[in-house]
T-cell receptor, first 111, second 109 residues
Framework: NAGVTQTPKFQVLKTGQSMTLQCAQD?????MYWYRQDPGMGLRLIYY???????DKGEVPNGYNVSRLNKREFSLRLESAAPSQTSVYFC??????????FGNGTRLTVT | GENVEQHPSTLSVQEGDSAVIKCTYS??????FPWYKQELGKRPQLIID?????GEKKDQRIAVTLNKTAKHFSLHITETQPEDSAVYFC????????FGKGTRLHILP
């Protein structure tokens, strides 16, 4: 039982490049989330999907897009990466009013 | 939207003493309040959670209290041990989950 799987683990991009962070869960959870973590800023919500077919903005959605491909998968896309998007990105999933289960994170550096 | 404030940002306690971390939230409709522990380089892990119909919950050395009227909740760790050193995050939810900025807890020998 893998839980929440994120790929890649590490990525270095140049300013202006695009990429997609992948996330998949095998717990049959309805809700999925993308957070970014920066020193001293805690975990900030980028986008979330309460159920398959729906997505909503979080606290810091600018510069990102998401796709809830099916119940298992929720991807995060950076269309034109900026140095301010250097961060650790966590995907998570859960059922309503239950704990979040986090993936191991993607460490992204934009130069 | 929901806003979660967490204090203190850093806390140092002697091994064996108690540690208390406090959080306030802004959305009175929030009904689920988890606490996470994060060790360096690892993902956050749930340590305890409480729902809005409960005022207090305890699990061995860890307890959480919730005051819905005042919109604040607290984490209490008793008999602290070196392995309690980590960053702790509170969160509030009524759908999406919003986190506080974290408390770095140092357990001093």
């Amino acid at each position: 039982n893998a839980g929440v799987t994120q790929t890649p683990k590490f990525q270095v991009l140049k300013t202006g490049q695009s990429m997609t962070l992948q996330c998949a869960q095998d717990m049959n959870h309805n809700s999925m989330y993308w957070y970014r973590q920066d020193p001293g800023m805690g975990l900030r919500l980028i986008y979330y999907s309460a159920s398959e077919g729906t997505t909503d903005k979080g606290e810091v959605p600018n510069g990102y897009n998401v796709s809830r491909l099916n119940k298992r998968e929720f991807s995060l896309r950076l269309e034109s990466a900026a140095p301010s998007q250097t961060s650790v990105y966590f995907c998570a999933s859960r059922e309503w009013n239950s704990p979040l289960h986090f993936g191991n994170g993607t460490r992204l550096t934009v130069t | 939207g929901e806003n979660v404030e967490q204090h203190p940002s850093t806390l140092s306690v002697q091994e064996g003493d108690s540690a208390v971390i406090k959080c306030t939230y802004s959305d009175s409709a929030s009904n689920y309040f988890p606490w996470y522990k994060q060790e360096l380089g690892k993902r956050p892990q749930l340590i305890i959670d409480i729902r809005s119909n409960v005022g207090e919950k305890k699990d061995q050395r860890i307890a959480v209290t919730l005051n819905k009227t005042a919109k604040h909740f607290s984490l209490h760790i008793t008999e602290t041990q070196p392995e309690d050193s980590a960053v702790y995050f509170c969160a509030a939810s009524r759908g999406k989950i919003i986190f506080g900025k974290g408390t770095r807890l140092h357990i001093l020998p």
